[in-house]
């Protein structure tokens, strides 16, 4: 059998179809409960996953379908925290010059666009991602890789001073409760990050992107994941 020069994965998430849209916003409305969300929600990482083995793909991943973006998902998971437009947040914001200025750049509206905004003191109502985790190992004996936001990227998006300073004197105070939080799941190991609940539940290797503010931490089972060495 020839060797495995390097392994083959997806990065990002998954174009969603017009159903899972229809169910983000359905959930989001508060028109869907979540046992009606999560079995859309199945039946979309199924087929993703069977796409991913149907390719041969080396190590699979869920697509992130059950996420509105790739960091706005963990208002559902951690209490304390306010899913808002950017639009909402236009009069709050300390910047309003270089929030406009960036809202003018943007090629979709400022009300498409929710962020995960700190209204008071953070606490896990749920695992970020173990559940997730989960089931998708039930559908495959391939490694699996699940992405999570950084401290760096929730820190900068969560604080909206107007909203955030009334519970956190400042960002360092906000940044440490995320720290907290990130590391029920993960604890530092020589560069990498070790995700303690997935590990538990079967993940054999894991890791963070490189870099001195890393946005995403990529949580792998494989032996060899990329970034891991």
Known sequence: ??????????????????????????RRTGKMTRADFDAVADDEVRRT??????????????????RDNFYSFITEKVDGTRLMSLAEMLDEVEDKS????????????????????CVGRLSRREP???????FVKSLTDKPVKMTLPGPYLLNR???VGAYTGKVYENQRALGDDIVKL????????RGRVRVRAVRRAGADR???EPGVRPTNL???DARHPPGCG
């Not at 083959?8 to 998954?14: E, F, K, N």
């Not at 991913?52 to 869920?62: C, K, N, P």
């Not at 970020?128 to 989960?134: G, K, Q, S």
């Open 128 to 134: 970020l991602a173990l559940n997730d985790f989960r």
């Open 49 to 66: 996953v069977a796409i991913q083995e149907d390719a041969g793909l080396d190590m699979l991943v869920d697509g992130e379908h059950r």
């Open 98 to 117: 270089g929030f406009e200025e960036m809202l003018t750049t943007l090629d979709v509206p400022a009300s498409a666009i929710r962020n995960p905004t």
């Open 1 to 26: 059998m020839a060797e495995t020069l390097f392994q083959t994965t997806q990065v990002g998430s998954w174009p969603r179809s017009k159903t899972m849209l229809r169910a983000l916003r359905d």
């Open 206 to 208: 894991d890791c963070a």
């Open 218 to 220: 990529h949580v792998s």
């Open 157 to 159: 998006s969560m604080w």
């Open 182 to 189: 990130l590391r029920h799941a993960h604890r530092p190991c």
